[in-house]
C-alpha cells in the first residue's frame, strides 16, 4: 500500500509530500483501483488544496476518486471547479460531466433535467478536446439513459445512447460497462440476442487495450466483477435459437 506507507510516514524520513508526489500517488491509486489507497489518496489530496485550493489537477484528480469512492456529489464539485479554473483540461470537462452525470442518473425520476445541459455541454468539451476519451462516451449514455426515463422531454437534443456506448466500447474495450448498458438497452428495444452477445463478451477473457501495455491488474479485477451482472441478465434472456 505504497500510499498508506507515504502518508504514515518511516523512521527517518520526512512524511511531508511535495504536490507533485500527491499527484503522481493519486494517479496511481487510482490506476490501481484500491479502495484504501484511494482513501489515503483522497486525505492527502484534501490537505494539499487546504494549502492550495485553486490547483486545478488536484481539484479533478480529487473527483476521479470520489467518483471510484462512490461520492458522485463531492466529485461533481470539485471536478466542475477544476474545468472554472482551467477550460482547457480535457480530464477536468471529463470528470466535471462524468461525476455529474452520475449524480443526476442517481435523482428520482422528475428531478433530473435542471442542471442536464451543464453536464452535457462538459461532456461534449471533453469529446472536443480528447475525442479518445471513451468514458466522456460512457458519460454522454449515462446522462441520455438517465433523462429517458424523465416524464418531461429534455430542452436540447439528448445524446444517442448506443453511438456513445459503441463508441466507448470501441475505444476502450477493457471497460466493462458498455457492455451491460448496451445489453440493457438491446433487452428494451426487444433485441435480447444482441444483448446476449454483449454480456458474452464479458464472460470471456478481459481483452488487452489497443493503446497501452496488458490489461492492469485492478481493471482486470473490475472485468471480472462485472461478470456477476452479466451472469444474472443472462439468465433472464432465452438461449438463441440453433
Given at each position: ?78 471536478a466542475e471547479r477544476a474545468a472554472e479554473l482551467e477550460p482547457g483540461s480535457a480530464q477536468a470537462a471529463l470528470w466535471a460531466g462524468y461525476a455529474g452525470a452520475l449524480e443526476i442518473a442517481s435523482r428520482p425520476v422528475g428531478e433530473r433535467l435542471a442542471e442536464a445541459p451543464a453536464v452535457l455541454g462538459r461532456l461534449e468539451r471533453a ?116
Open positions: 500500500m505504497l500510499l498508506v506507507l507515504l502518508a504514515t510516514g518511516c523512521a527517518g524520513l520526512d512524511p511531508v509530500l511535495s504536490p507533485k508526489d500527491i499527484l503522481r500517488d493519486a494517479d496511481l491509486a487510482y490506476a490501481e483501483r484500491d479502495r484504501a489507497d484511494a482513501r489515503t489518496g483522497a486525505d492527502l489530496l484534501e490537505e494539499a488544496l487546504a494549502r492550495r485550493p485553486d490547483d486545478p489537477e488536484a481539484l479533478w484528480r480529487l473527483a476521479r476518486l470520489e467518483v471510484f469512492l462512490g461520492r458522485p456529489h463531492a466529485a461533481w464539485r470539485r469529446t472536443r478536446l480528447d475525442p479518445g476519451l471513451a468514458r466522456a462516451h460512457l458519460g454522454l449514455a449515462i446522462l441520455s439513459l438517465a433523462l429517458e426515463e424523465e416524464p418531461s422531454p429534455a430542452p436540447f437534443e439528448r445524446p444517442d445512447a448506443a453511438l456513445h456506448l459503441s463508441l466507448a466500447r470501441e475505444l476502450r474495450p477493457g471497460l466493462p460497462e458498455p457492455h451491460l448498458l448496451l445489453a440493457r438497452r438491446l433487452l428494451a428495444a426487444g433485441d435480447p440476442q444482441g444483448a446476449r452477445h454483449e454480456l458474452e463478451v464479458l464472460l470471456g477473457p478481459p481483452p488487452e487495450e489497443r493503446d497501452g501495455p496488458h490489461f492492469p491488474e485492478a481493471q482486470i479485477a473490475e472485468w471480472f466483477a462485472a461478470r456477476e451482472s452479466a451472469r444474472a441478465m443472462l439468465a433472464l434472456i432465452p438461449p438463441s435459437p440453433r
